[in-house]
């Protein structure tokens, strides 16, 4: 499976503890307990899909408790470091991590990659979206593109990586669909989703380049405006969203999200976790979580996982390298 797509004026890329105690519906949980360890701060994409995934399995009686831990810090390498160099006492943590584990490795954030891991499934995948302020003059993506070929400099876009990262990328990816120059793009990279919305909304940056399932709620409840979303068709999730498509834009992008474990994890340890995730996919639950979110589902467990994170690693190193970012 593959979620990278290569057109002709934009590339793609295919990007404090809480615990939670439920009814289980099923009768024997496949895991006692799930520690979820997540890179980034609060309310980004990594947190949702681990408290989305946390949620799903404890409901469905998959898990009997799921707990979580966000560990910012060096683009997302203090929490893979941590992994690794905890190994033996980190075997009941998922870390989940997606796209840019791929692209800060490749352009040396940290000197890890997926393969110090255990790699344990593919599981969702995430559209992207260009978003502003509610009460932002800049209706839709011409909008955006206009402000921009006109005053590049006062025309910030905020993301929830570091430069060079996916968020960046993918708001480079549209600009120069637009015909804008996407070197001249002034980026400033915040700590996860959280963050970047409050950065949006305080008025640092004009637009903020995010999942979109890290949008939806905000758009729902006034506060934002998604002027366009990197899926081919509109999602259900939130069907007032346009796509770049419909607004001639030709950019499509879908970010994988998935769970790693530490090295050397037991290959029963790995098959739970493995058996539960693929039961999950079947339960009400889950669906509840991934359509509030509008998630797509992939599954790519052990080696398919591997292979897919390898052929991205090559043609993402390549297209990078294309737009100067390596």
Not at 57 to 70: C, P, Q, R
Not at 147 to 152: E, S
Request: charged residues 20%.
């Amino acid at each position: 499976m593959t979620f990278l797509k290569m057109t002709r004026r934009s590339f793609l890329a295919a990007v404090a503890v809480s615990f939670s105690f439920t009814t289980p519906s099923i009768a024997e949980p496949v895991l006692d307990s799930v520690h979820f360890l997540i890179p980034g701060g609060a309310g980004g994409g990594w947190d949702g899909t681990a408290r989305g995934t946390g949620e799903a399995l404890t409901k469905a009686g998959l898990a009997g408790t799921a707990s979580y831990e966000n560990m910012s810090g060096g683009g997302g390498g203090k929490a893979i470091a941590y992994l690794i160099e905890n190994a033996d006492s980190n075997h009941g943590t998922l870390m989940v991590n997606s796209t840019p584990i791929v692209i800060r490795s490749l352009t040396g954030v940290f000197p890890q990659s997926f393969r110090d891991l255990t790699l344990v499934a593919g599981t969702i995948g995430d559209y992207a979206a260009l978003v502003v302020s509610a009460k932002s003059d800049i209706k839709d993506l011409k909008g955006l593109v206009d402000a921009f070929n006109a005053d590049p400099a006062g025309t910030a876009i905020g993301g929830g990586s570091v430069p060079g990262g996916m968020d960046h990328l993918v708001a480079a990816m549209v600009f120069q669909a637009a015909g804008a120059d996407p070197v001249a793009m002034k980026y400033i990279p915040y700590d996860g989703g959280g963050q970047t919305m409050a950065g949006l909304l305080s008025g640092e940056v004009q637009a903020v380049s995010t999942g979109f399932s890290e949008a939806v709620e905000l758009a729902k409840a006034g506060e934002v405006r998604i002027i366009g979303v990197t899926s081919p068709e509109r999602v259900d999730a939130y069907a007032d969203a346009p796509t770049m498509i419909e607004q001639g834009n030709d950019t499509t992008f879908v970010n994988w999200r998935g769970f790693f474990a530490a090295p050397g994890l037991p290959a029963d340890k790995l098959a739970a976790y493995q058996d539960a995730i693929a039961k999950m996919y079947g339960t009400p639950e889950w669906e509840d979580v991934r359509a509030r979110n509008g998630w797509v589902n992939i599954h790519n467990p052990g080696d398919d996982f591997r292979a897919f994170l390898e052929g991205q690693e090559k043609t993402m190193g390549d297209l990078m390298k294309k737009l100067g970012f390596l």
